[in-house]
């Protein structure tokens, strides 16, 4: 898969809860499909992957992707801001922005929502660890992150990349753990 494209199918996530589907042929139910908006957006997940360059002004392109998906949702704030911090820790902190570097973006619209980026592993291991300074303007990402989440996950080694990933609420607004307004933390 070349950088920047596009993979857009449902299907469980590395051991995320799996859905009973009964397909035939090309992927297609054993039931009517319904009408298009029906079978558009039926009880299925959405999900989508994409390969961004590793250079830090994909994460504003990371950004805008995710929140045209959620455009419309109380998240879409959220989104922004996990996709934000998490594609930002990856060019920072790892071979991402060597040259060829990519990192992956996986998203599914599901409620649960799901975020995953994944990146080209080196620099150490991500860490959620409460930040010293809440004003600080770095070290603080991953913490409020985790602070959105009903359950997060890191997964990987410096060696063979990272997975980190979160899952939260698809009516969940940014309604940040320490009050401060949405504009203070999006």
Request: net charge negative.
């Amino acid at each position: 898969m070349s950088v920047g494209s596009l993979v857009g199918h449902p299907g469980p996530v590395n051991g995320r809860r799996a859905r009973v589907r009964e397909e035939h042929g090309m992927g297609l139910k054993k039931t009517p499909l319904g009408t298009a908006g029906e079978w558009l957006w039926g009880p299925d997940e959405m999900r989508w992957r994409r390969t961004f360059s590793g250079r830090p002004d994909q994460t504003a392109s990371a950004r805008d992707f995710a929140a045209a998906l959620f455009a419309g949702t109380a998240c879409v704030d959220v989104v922004k801001f996990v996709v934000s911090e998490l594609t930002a820790n990856t060019i920072r902190h790892t071979r991402t922005c060597q040259d060829g570097g990519w990192f992956g973006l996986e998203l599914v619209y599901d409620d649960p929502a799901y975020i995953a980026v994944v990146d080209n592993g080196g620099g150490g291991i991500p860490t959620v660890k409460p930040p010293v300074d809440l004003m600080a303007t770095s070290g603080r990402g991953l913490y409020l992150v985790s602070q959105l989440a009903y359950r997060m996950g890191i997964e990987g080694s410096p060696e063979l990349g990272h997975k980190v990933w979160i899952e939260f609420g698809l009516d969940k607004p940014i309604d940040d753990p320490f009050g401060w307004p949405a504009s203070a933390v999006s």
